[in-house]
């Protein structure tokens, strides 16, 4: 079992639709949380970190379950822009732990 | 401002030779961090360095070494090449060791993609 783990996809959903990830973690002594994204061939980019009091950019919003060990990631109003692979990182002691990633394709 | 620099862009090897990919950190941050990433999975952590010294290491086998020097630039070296090496090397670089907060987030440079035959 992976240490993070994530709903591969891919998502496909239409201009102006809400879409969820998850993210699951099995190590309990993760201490911060961040979703990336990276377009295909290009480096991961910071999207947002996750804090458990949840967190808000613009059509982005994130939140952290400690007791369950899981990550969200929720995306309103869905652009063509936003096709992406998003991935999650959980990170402890000097190591960052990232999932395999969760495919978004928002389609016109 | 530049940001993470990696170089080569492009490299091409053959099995058993050994490799140095290079990284300078965005100005100002004191640790840098490798990772592997193969095509359809995500960055597998290798290293991570914050002045000078090794603070974490993943599980990556001892033909993997990294260094970091005196102005924050790091090298990573790879020995006796496989051809299950073949990936993307990326460096990310951050202001400080987490936990937690805005100076330890990672901005990557843009990787070195390592082919071997």
């Known amino acids: 079992r992976k240490e993070v783990e994530q709903d591969p996809g891919p998502f496909n959903v239409p201009e102006g639709a809400t879409v969820a990830f998850n993210c699951t973690y099995s190590?309990?002594?993760?201490?911060?949380f961040f979703w990336y994204r990276q377009d295909c061939r290009k480096e991961p980019k910071l999207l947002m970190s996750?804090?458990?009091s949840g967190n808000e950019d613009g059509r982005f919003t994130a939140q952290l379950n400690r007791a369950s060990q899981y990550i969200s990631l929720l995306i309103r109003d869905s652009k063509l822009s936003d096709s992406a692979t998003y991935l999650c990182?959980?990170?402890?002691?000097?190591?960052?732990?990232f999932g395999d990633g969760t495919t978004l394709t928002v389609k016109p | 401002d530049a940001g993470v620099t990696q170089s080569p862009t492009h490299l091409i090897k053959t099995r058993g030779q050994h490799v140095t990919l290079r990284c300078s950190p965005i100005?100002?941050?004191?640790?840098v961090s490798w990772y592997q990433q193969v095509l359809g999975q995500g960055p597998q952590f290798i290293f991570q360095y914050y002045e000078k010294e090794e603070r974490g290491r993943g599980n990556f086998p001892d033909r993997f070494s990294a260094r970091q020097f005196p102005n924050y630039s790091s090298e990573l070296n790879v020995n006796a090449l496989l051809l299950g090496d073949s990936a993307l090397y990326l460096c990310?670089?951050?202001?400080?060791?987490?936990?937690?907060?805005?100076?330890?987030?990672?901005?990557f440079g843009a990787g070195t993609r390592l082919s071997v035959l």
């Open positions: 996750v804090y458990s």
């Open positions: 100005s100002g941050h004191k640790s």
């Open positions: 990182v959980a990170h402890n002691a000097g190591k960052s732990t």
């Open positions: 190590n309990s002594a993760s201490q911060s």
């Open positions: 990310a670089s951050s202001l400080d060791l987490p936990p937690g907060g805005v100076k330890n987030i990672q901005y």
